[in-house]
């Protein structure tokens, strides 16, 4: 991109942070074409980010480390985040749907929503199943606010049906009953997987992206597992 004629704003899409266990991804090794990017431009991880944990000394460092970057940290949770923690953060309107700043440039993309950022929509809904839930503590490292409440999942049709069931790009953490088995992936159910059956069937979209699985694939023409890859968004 560099040296080339700016055209909008520029998206990248990329996985699970976990804290700052896999966030090296973005650093300037391994993620250069944040050389030529500004506060304008994105890159959204698609759940687990996990810097929202308690607060501490290593949330606050990596927090800090990712608004010196050249771009703004967009990002939908996943199952591993401390809700009671996010939930704290205040809740107001950005680019048409619901966010939560948590520092100037890391903004938390909440679910059912549809944002337009440069003419293109995007349609987010966070939340997984943590499949080792059994052996997490409550309230510590795992929270029932990993799946969508059921207002949740009425924001989000009455989002959709507001944009006509048409969307271009999709922002999940996990993903779709019908994809996970095209997948061969048996482990998890619940009814955040069976929604996302009933959305991809009535939904136009262009791209749908997710993370969760932690692995790195184009799955059929137009999903797009996400792990380590740092990826423009499809144009
Ligand atoms: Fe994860």
């Known amino acids: 991109m560099l040296g080339k004629e700016r055209d909008g704003n520029m998206l990248y899409v990329t996985g699970d942070t976990h804290g700052e266990l896999d966030i090296r991804k973005l650093n300037t090794t391994n993620f250069p074409e944040q050389y030529s990017?500004?506060?304008?431009?994105?890159?959204?991880?698609?759940?687990?980010?996990?810097?929202?944990?308690?607060?501490?000394?290593?949330?606050?460092?990596?927090?800090?480390?990712?608004?010196?970057?050249?771009?703004?940290?967009?990002?939908i949770d996943g199952n591993h985040e401390n809700f009671d923690l996010l939930k704290r953060h205040e809740v107001v309107e950005w680019h048409g749907g619901k966010v939560q700043f948590i520092n100037d440039s890391i903004i938390h993309l909440m679910r059912g929503q549809v944002y337009e950022i440069d003419g293109k929509t995007i349609f987010?809904?966070?939340?997984?199943?943590?499949?080792?839930?059994?052996?997490?503590?409550?309230?510590?490292?795992?929270?029932?606010d990993e799946l969508p409440t059921y207002e949740e999942y009425e924001e989000a049709l009455r989002n959709l049906d507001q944009h006509n069931w048409k969307v271009d790009y999709v922002f999940t953490h996990t993903i779709s009953?019908?994809?996970?088995?095209?997948?061969?992936?048996?482990?998890?159910?619940?009814?955040l997987n069976t929604f996302f059956d009933l959305i991809e069937e009535e939904l136009t979209f262009r791209h749908w992206?997710?993370?969760?699985?932690?692995?790195?694939?184009?799955?059929?023409?137009?999903?797009?597992?996400?792990?380590i890859d740092v990826i423009p968004v499809q144009p």
């Open 177 to 191: 009953n019908n994809i996970m088995k095209f997948m061969r992936y048996e482990k998890e159910e619940s009814e």
């Open 209 to 227: 992206y997710f993370g969760h699985f932690h692995a790195d694939e184009q799955v059929k023409d137009n999903y797009r597992l996400l792990y």
């Open 37 to 75: 990017m500004t506060k304008e431009d994105y890159v959204a991880i698609m759940g687990d980010f996990g810097l929202v944990w308690n607060d501490g000394k290593e949330d606050l460092y990596w927090r800090k480390w990712l608004a010196d970057r050249n771009f703004t940290t967009l990002f």
């Open 124 to 144: 987010t809904m966070g939340g997984g199943t943590s499949i080792d839930k059994e052996f997490r503590k409550p309230g510590k490292s795992w929270w029932p």
